[in-house]
């Protein structure tokens, strides 16, 4: 079971563990029922927050205004609200 995303109207909430300060940025996988993205960006004065919505909405095709952080501003697990239309392309990228 993908517990790691769910519905809320018509929007998907993702829970995501972010690694700020890694080498790149990309998707590492499922981990603690989150997906587990790292972040090139260091975790100061949001740097890290924005490029990561920058990677995703690249990554699903839509535009940045399009994805929120709902919860997480400053923590790395976080939670947030994409377009629908991302499901599949994000469960490509886990397996």
């Known amino acids: 079971m993908d517990n790691w995303y769910r519905i ?4 998907l909430l993702i829970d995501i563990k972010a690694v700020p300060g890694s080498s ?5 996988g499922l981990a ?4 587990r993205i790292k972040i090139a960006a260091a975790p100061e004065d949001g740097k890290a927050n ?3 919505i920058a990677f ?6 839509c535009s940045k205004s399009r994805i929120q952080l709902i919860s997480g501003e400053k923590s790395r697990l976080k939670t947030l609200s994409l377009p629908m239309e991302a499901l599949e392309v994000l469960r490509s990228f886990t397996g």
Request: hydrophobic share 35%; glycine share 4%; aromatic share 0%.
């Open 32 to 35: 603690e029922n989150r997906l």
């Open 24 to 28: 790149k940025t990309e998707i590492a």
């Open 50 to 52: 924005t490029e990561l």
């Open 8 to 11: 809320k109207d018509d929007a």
């Open 56 to 61: 995703l909405a690249k990554k699903v095709g």
